[in-house]
């Protein structure tokens, strides 16, 4: 996230020989990165002071026509490592202060990093953070508890059309719901360290979109009916990418008017937990920077993990 505030009433202040750079392995200990490192505009209970861990995985289980990350989910850009690289990584980020580690659209992973993760939580105690479209399936998500400490989901939409128009996904809206609540089910409370840094929890966050006030609507009565003490990231960040340059409604980024009708969605529906965003955070500035030569370098540092 950028530049971000709480919610309060009555109205929001505002590589070595093993990595390759082309293809994906069908090995099960293969994994495709296209960037570690610390990352400090996420909510402020994420980032912290050190900065969150992230680890940005290529491939999305969405097809977003408007994704800021459009090089990792829709064209695969990425390295690919092992199982132990991803484990010295993000040991490596702890040692350089991480939060936590933030696993960055993990889903279409999520098998294989099970063990990766077991393997970490015998070494580490920092939580583990799944920042996810949040249409992961149920199945999945029971494989994961215990594993993962913060939940970090996306809900994008309430309006399964849209959902189909803009991401290319069915039956988005009932996915979503069963996602989120599976992880509050997992995480019913949230906790916070004295600095005010989540160690387990949930955060939803809501991206709100060109003239999608009613989907907005939607998503946030939806949030609330799953637990109303839930914290909600109700980001103002959009903005149209060269893939939705000509597109009739995806070609502007939100209005004030627009993010203000989405603040008062969210006190009506309920909520009363959450962060905004200013919308001068809507810039490509704040697209984290996607160097494999970078990343390559530094696993090419790193110790082996484990034998």
């Not at 249409?135 to 494989?143: A, E, G, H, N, P």
């Amino acid at each position: 996230m950028r530049t971000q505030r709480a919610l309060v009433r009555p109205r929001l202040d505002n590589a070595p020989a093993r990595v390759h750079t082309l293809g994906v392995s069908d090995g099960k200990n293969v994994f495709r990165i296209a960037r570690a490192g610390l990352h400090r505009f996420e909510e402020p209970c994420i980032s912290g002071e050190g900065g969150s861990g992230t680890l940005f995985f290529s491939g999305c289980d969405m097809r977003c026509v408007f994704c800021q990350n459009y090089a990792l989910s829709h064209r695969g850009a990425g390295l690919n490592v092992d199982g132990d690289d991803l484990v010295a990584l993000m040991l490596h980020l702890e040692r350089e202060g991480a939060e936590n580690i933030n696993l960055v659209t993990p889903t279409p992973w999520a098998e294989r990093l099970i063990p990766i993760l077991e393997e970490f939580k015998t070494r580490s105690q920092l939580p583990i953070v799944w920042n996810s479209s949040g249409c992961d399936s149920v199945q999945t998500l029971v494989k994961l508890q215990g594993l993962v400490d913060v939940w970090l989901p996306d809900f994008k939409y309430s309006d399964d059309a849209l959902a189909v128009r803009y991401s290319a996904v069915k039956d988005c809206f009932s996915r979503s719901v069963a996602a989120v609540s599976e992880m509050r089910r997992q995480r019913p409370k949230d906790i916070f360290d004295d600095r005010g840094v989540m160690k387990e929890g949930v955060i939803v966050r809501h991206l709100v979109l060109p003239a999608a006030t009613e989907n907005t609507r939607g998503v946030l009565r939806a949030i609330a009916d799953i637990d109303p003490d839930l914290f909600v990231s109700l980001m103002g960040q959009y903005f149209p990418t060269p893939a939705v340059a000509d597109h009739p409604v995806l070609s502007r980024r939100i209005t004030e008017e627009e993010y203000d009708e989405a603040t008062d969605a969210f006190f009506a529906a309920g909520l009363h937990n959450g962060f905004s965003q200013e919308l001068s955070s809507a810039v490509e500035d704040y697209v984290p920077d996607f160097d494999t030569d970078a990343l390559a370098a530094l696993i090419a540092s790193l110790p082996r993990s484990r034998a």
